[in-house]
């Protein structure tokens, strides 16, 4: 598998940096490459068409539905039913229940379902697509919100299975930890800051309460995103590697994680 971060930047898009969207692509055993988009926020569908194919997508999967994680679905349901050279088919799209009429909502006017095949989130229902296994996890955001754990062929050498997990937008919780649990890679949002934001509980992940679910997890590797504007990144991970030992990345748009 390999995870491409198309934007990073949390809560709204950075100068820098889209809102949330990551490609995961993997090779099935004809060489087919499947591509799943998890999450199309603000800004999104720009780096989309730079580091991979808005034309070619196999599914999209929304963790929740605020702006920074889906309005670009919006977007892309121009990009692909105005093509001049044809509307394309629909993709599916999974994301939590209301999907649907929150993607009418951003586009103003037109109904999605000619782009899109919408299916809600059940809590530990598989949807398999291609050679990618993602499992929808339910984690704490003042919406319904969900993580997912996505399993598919491993790319690295000895090949095998590999697994990552996306946290989505979530404060320290079961759901998190499960996500977090014997993974090859923790996707991680870390939105908060210790001690400026330690009264706003039940939405965000600070460095350190990521860092503190990846060490309880047992996670392999962890990269930390959905980090705002206004926050300084070198905080955020100094504060993940106080109580996490493994590798640290910061997100970037148009990083590649193999897995
Ligand atoms: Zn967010
Ligand atoms: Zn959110």
Redesign the pocket.
């Known amino acids: 598998m390999r995870l491409t971060i198309l934007g990073c930047a949390g809560?709204f898009p950075s100068a820098d940096s889209a809102a949330s969207g990551y490609l995961v692509q993997a090779d099935d055993e004809d060489g087919r490459t499947w591509s799943v988009v998890l999450d199309l926020g603000s800004g999104a569908l720009g780096a989309l068409q730079k580091y991979g194919d808005a034309r070619r997508l196999d599914a999209i999967g929304v963790?929740?539905l605020?702006v920074?994680?889906v309005a670009d679905v919006a977007a892309l349901h121009v990009l692909r039913k105005y093509d001049p050279t044809g509307a394309l088919p629909a993709v599916p799209l999974f994301g939590p229940a209301g999907t649907a009429d929150r993607v009418l909502q951003l586009s103003g006017s037109e109904h999605p379902s000619e782009q899109f095949d919408v299916a809600s989130w059940e809590a530990g229902a598989a949807v398999v697509v291609g050679p990618l296994t993602l499992t929808p996890i339910p984690v704490e955001?003042?919406?319904p919100?969900f993580g997912l754990r996505v399993t598919g062929p491993s790319s690295l050498p000895d090949g095998g299975t590999a697994t990552l997990s996306y946290s989505?937008?979530t404060d320290t919780c079961p759901g998190l930890d499960a996500l977090a649990t014997d993974v090859d890679l923790l996707l991680v949002e870390a939105a908060y800051l210790e001690g400026r934001d330690d009264h706003l509980r039940g939405?965000?992940l600070t460095g350190r309460r990521a860092g503190q679910a990846a060490a309880r997890g047992g996670a392999r590797r962890m990269v930390l995103t959905h980090i705002p504007a206004w926050n300084d990144p070198a905080v955020t991970e100094a504060e993940a590697r106080a109580v996490y030992d493994g590798p640290i990345a910061l997100a970037y748009p148009g990083a590649v994680y193999v897995v």
């Open positions: 809560s963790s929740h605020h920074d994680h955001h003042p919406v919100a989505g937008d939405i965000h």
